[in-house]
């Protein structure tokens, strides 16, 4: 089965280190750059987990992984959420951060 819109999210969400999800079936899928840090795989053992994952990454992360339905199989769970939570600052920055006022500045001017 494949990871369809979370592999699209994840393709541009992933900014810094490397990811792997492993799928149920053992079907790989990488992101990010080869030989980044750092370097983190993660095993869903449910096909249910992909859906919570794409529209609720924070909570479901969580969530999937305290259950049991998401486990990390390379790195630690603070390089896991160092990761995602890197990448999700540099693809979101906070709404006060110069690069989100000149996005919304270049967003305005625009359209």
Avoid: N
Wanted: aromatic share 10%.
């Amino acid at each position: 089965m494949s990871l369809a819109p979370l592999d699209k999210a994840l393709k541009s969400l992933i900014r810094c280190g490397r990811l792997e999800v492993i799928e149920p079936d053992g079907t790989s899928t990488f992101f990010g750059k080869p030989g980044a840090k750092p370097d983190v795989a993660i095993r869903m053992h449910d096909e249910k987990v992909k859906w919570p994952l794409f529209f609720k990454p924070r909570m479901a992360f969580g969530e999937a992984y305290s259950d049991g339905r998401v486990t990390i199989e390379r790195g630690t769970l603070r390089e896991a959420l160092e990761l995602l939570l890197k990448s999700s600052d540099l693809a979101f920055p906070p709404p006060s951060s110069l690069s989100a006022r000149l996005y919304r500045k270049m967003r305005f001017l625009l359209h």
